[in-house]
């Protein structure tokens, strides 16, 4: 049997690598962290040309320096004895930007062949790159290839195959300067540096292998020494105060740019003849005055389609929700099922979980226009125009991106901090992300903004995103008062060009989160729906019909006066709420098993809920004041636990999850009395 060819996908982010990888290995891959670092690794097999080829898809990088984790991993990975060929994916469109992760990935010493990516775009734009001298440049394979168009991959994949044993090809490129170094290094490295840096590389490889012995791309070694870098001056501790009296990286980083300034004058052709359509629209998108109220706007626009087109597609599913409960409910009435198994499933599992599944179509519509954003290369510029606000906050722009991951699921947000390069930015961070509004509390705004504000449904839910940001911000902004220091960590992020979105990738992305949203109805909510049928059903005297003497109601009451100010005095919210820790979604299916309505999303069930919350005296006022404190609480226990991953520190998890409790009791009491007070004028 053929020993597999192992090969490493390396790519910026937004460079289409993922939708390179999944046109090579579509549902075959497996999604998992690496061995003892909380990093996501995606990986997957397929055989070409008899060949056993394993893929490796490694975080999305700009650089392989040690700051953030991800850099990290993906040097080690790439440095290891495992890698037979590195893929370095590359975005045509924006070539120059791409080019500086190439020539380190060059300069560690593996076999790399270079993904053009988007020629399509580069096509569409009037330009072209020269494809016989780049890769005289270069020294490696550039296969043109377009992932969302599925062309040239089997070119590319050939080039793996028959690249993976070789070393650089013929070099033919000379610097617009002479050279007096006593090597000619031109015909055998790619990137080669000034003469001062050339001599310091000699005199540091001499010393190296002296004290180390013989090494395999000491070069390499000898510049991570002239940037300091802390991981192999640990790893290799040498006295060279002599030769490195200060840190090169910025010199080594502008030659790479100058060099990188060449070969894109030599081989990009007709970059200039045609007005780029992204700059025209980053005019507007990326502007300092309009660049944020723009972002507003287009999440309105995408919570807008989040109701109507959702709420279209929920009446049809609701149909087919009541069907299918009505006939397991009449099969267990005509079986002779007794009485208490039939109110368990009536009463427990079907109207909690097919209360969470009727909003499934508005979960559907919110990832698939997230997904629009994210593949259009939208996502990236708001967090280019949050980084001044983010600076003034005391945390960088690049913060803004787990917050804007929020949007979807908590748990990818704060495992998204790691790209942080400051723990104290990491750790504020992981602190405001959960206040973001994630798809799992979607279903407690359509509910209740449906029930109580009529007309005005869509403005109630989506003011819950805007407070949500607002809180984060302002929370960030309090925490900046006891920790300041100097200097913010800017944002560098690249900014992708404008393209259409790939279906593919977004019907994978769509369903993955469908996936995940249907796997939680069928086992954390299901389990919720029936712990809280059992504390309803059950009290100190065993099964009771009335629920005000179950365990639950005792419950509730205990923490009625504590939620009073915020309007939330009822002891069936307060279990609601409490069941909420588990999933946010449960509130709504614990609601629907509270006052006994069998589908609470459809409009009879709907009539039902506002009826019985009109019997407690719950108004308007009390059904915002639920929204934000749903909005604001604590987060559910899988985003608890990842927080426990993240910051290794039960300290800070229990901190964290006690905060933001107070925060959302706070904020809450501020709605409620503020609410009471504007209705009495």
């Known amino acids: 049997m053929n020993t597999p060819i192992h090969v490493a996908f390396v790519g910026n982010p937004n460079c289409g690598k993922t939708t390179l990888f999944n ?35 490694l975080p999305g990088i700009y650089s392989l320096t040690s700051y953030t984790m991800e850099e990290k ?110 090597h000619d290094h031109h015909k055998d490295i790619v990137m080669v540096y000034s003469d001062e840096i050339e001599d310091k590389i000699d005199v540091i490889s001499e010393r190296m292998e002296e004290t180390f012995g013989p090494m395999d791309n000491v070069r390499w070694y000898a510049l991570k020494y002239l940037e300091q870098d802390e991981e192999i001056l640990e790893k290799y501790p040498l006295d060279l105060g002599d030769v490195v009296e200060r840190s090169y ?83 267990l009435v005509a079986l002779g099922v007794g009485e208490l198994v039939r109110s368990l499933v009536a009463d427990g599992i079907l109207a909690g979980v097919g209360g969470i599944l009727t909003f499934l179509p508005n979960i559907f519509i919110l990832f698939l226009a997230l997904a629009f954003l994210e593949d259009s290369g939208y996502m990236a510029r708001v967090a280019y125009v949050m980084d001044g606000i983010m600076g003034k906050i005391g945390l960088s722009g ?8 929020g949007f979807g699921c908590t748990v990818p947000a704060v495992m998204a901090s ?16 959960p206040f973001m509004s994630c798809s799992a509390r979607l279903p407690i705004y359509v509910l209740f903004s449906q029930m109580f504000f009529g007309n005005y449904a869509l403005l109630a839910a989506y003011s819950m995103y805007v407070l949500g940001i607002l809180v984060a911000i302002l929370v960030a902004l309090v925490m900046n008062q006891f920790t300041k220091r100097k200097g913010i960590n800017t944002l560098l992020i690249e900014l992708p060009e404008y393209k259409t979105p790939n279906l593919h990738s977004i019907a994978i992305y769509t369903w993955e989160k469908v996936e995940d949203y249907l796997k939680k109805a069928g086992t954390t909510i299901f389990a919720a729906s029936i712990l809280i049928w059992v504390l309803l059903n059950f009290g100190t005297a065993g099964m009771v019909t009335d629920m005000s003497e179950s365990f639950g109601a005792t419950l509730g009451r205990l923490l009625v006066p504590v939620m009073g100010p915020a309007g939330l005095g009822y002891w069936q919210i307060v279990v609601a709420l409490i069941s909420g820790l588990a999933a946010k979604e449960v509130v709504v299916s614990s609601m629907s098993v509270l006052f006994g309505v069998s589908n609470a999303a459809g409009q009879a069930g709907m009539s039902a809920m506002a009826a019985a919350l009109a019997g407690i005296s719950f108004t308007t006022v009390n059904a915002y004041a639920l929204m934000t404190f749903c909005l604001l609480y604590t987060p559910c226990m899988a985003a608890i636990a990842t927080i426990k991953r993240e910051t290794r520190s039960w300290r800070w998890t229990l901190f964290g999850a006690g905060f933001q409790l107070v925060v959302a009791w706070m904020v809450a009491v501020v709605v409620y009395q503020a609410g009471l007070f504007l209705t009495k004028i």
């Open 73 to 182: 991993v993906s040097r080690s990975y790439i440095m290891g004895e495992e890698v037979h060929v590195v893929i370095d994916v590359a975005d045509a469109s924006s070539l120059e930007r791409n080019l500086y992760l190439t020539l380190q990935l060059i300069e560690l010493g593996r076999p790399v062949v270079l993904a053009l990516n988007m020629m399509d775009i580069v096509e569409e734009r009037g330009m072209a790159i020269d494809l016989h001298r780049l890769p005289e440049m270069l020294g490696i394979p550039c296969i043109p290839v377009s992932a969302r168009q599925k062309r040239g991959l089997e070119i590319l994949m050939h080039a793996v195959l028959h690249h993976k044993d070789k070393e650089l090809d013929a070099l033919e490129h000379d610097h617009p300067y002479e050279s007096k170094h006593r």
């Open 398 to 405: 690049r913060a803004f991106i787990p917050m804007l991951l």
């Open 418 to 433: 790691r790209a942080l390069e400051d723990p104290r930015d990491r750790l504020k961070t992981i602190l405001v992300t």
């Open 23 to 57: 046109a090579y290995t579509g549902a075959r891959l497996k999604v998992a962290n690496w061995p003892g670092v909380t990093v996501e690794k995606k990986e997957g097999a397929f055989s070409y040309q008899g060949e056993k080829i394993r893929l490796v898809d």
């Open 249 to 331: 990286e910025t010199d080594i980083i502008n030659e790479k740019y100058d060099f990188i300034e060449e070969i894109i004058q030599e081989c990009l052709v007709g970059k200039s003849e045609k007005a780029e359509f992204t700059d025209k629209i980053d005019r507007w998108l990326t502007n300092r005055i309009w660049g944020v109220p723009i972002f507003l706007g287009v999440m309105a626009l995408v919570f807008f389609l989040t109701f109507a087109v959702g709420d279209w597609l929920k009446g049809y599913l609701e149909q087919g929700i009541e069907a299918v409960s009505s006939l397991i409910t009449n099969g």
